[in-house]
């Protein structure tokens, strides 16, 4: 029965393919795309699917609203920034539609239209109260973030970047000050779209994890080179 690994760019999901492959696995990796990882993330997944995966006989099936349409509901059909703006939000915390139906949504339609019934989840074992139900090996071997580590570093890689959006609200505060030394265009970009969601209506939320300080506040801070306690 084919097996697909629900894969995301990052260091469970990386170190989860190497770990099955290695012992003979023979499902498929796909990933679902919202056109807003860190550039850090689409680099790693390039290299690692050039110079490790191929090799060894795999790809990564890759998903996207505007290219593979049809694995996506109407509405979703376009990069998730693009639908932010045009319907003047951003994603909330406490209401996580972007992973829904951008994520999750998606590559269970690609499996349902192939056929597959059997989807794994690079949950490690200290995230065990997440998603019981599913599929999880990591939390089956008792593989946490450090053994994910340890993983990806045997088998001769370096460790990923964190995955996720780059205008991700459940972002620290700390990778909110990297993305603006790293890649001021896409934190600028993060401002503008939080903007564009406050100006229309107040109550859409912000991105800062705070909730207390905008992030036009905070790229003032950054650029004064102000201490902030938020």
């Not at 599913?134 to 995955?163: F, M, N, T, W, Y």
Request: proline fraction near 6%; hydrophobic fraction near 40%; include cysteine.
């Amino acid at each position: 029965m084919t097996e697909v690994l629900s894969y995301g760019g990052g260091v469970n999901s990386t170190a989860l393919a190497i770990l099955l492959i290695n012992e003979g696995w023979k499902g498929l990796l796909v990933f679902a795309d919202t056109s807003s990882e860190w550039p850090e993330t689409y680099e790693f997944m390039d290299f690692f699917e050039q110079d490790w995966l191929k090799p060894r006989g795999f790809e990564i099936i890759r998903l996207h609203p505007k290219f593979t349409p049809e694995f996506y509901r109407k509405r979703y059909r376009m990069p998730l920034y693009d639908y932010c703006w045009q319907y003047h939000m951003v994603p909330l915390v406490r209401a996580r539609f972007c992973t829904r139906l951008y994520k999750t949504l998606p590559i269970a339609a690609w499996c349902k239209k192939n056929g597959i019934e059997t989807q794994l989840l690079a949950i490690d074992a200290g995230e065990a109260h997440r998603m019981p139900q599913a599929q999880r090996p990591l939390v089956g071997r008792g593989i946490d973030r450090a053994g994910c580590k340890s993983i990806i570093r045997e088998a001769g890689l370096v460790v990923p970047h964190k995955s996720g959006c780059y205008f991700c609200p459940m972002k620290s505060r700390w990778r909110w000050r990297v993305l603006w030394a790293k890649h001021p265009a896409l934190f600028q970009k993060a401002v503008a779209l939080e903007e564009n969601a406050s100006n229309h209506c107040m109550n859409r939320g912000a991105l800062d994890p705070s909730g207390k300080i905008t992030l036009r506040q905070r790229l003032y801070t950054y650029e004064h080179q102000m201490e902030l306690s938020l």
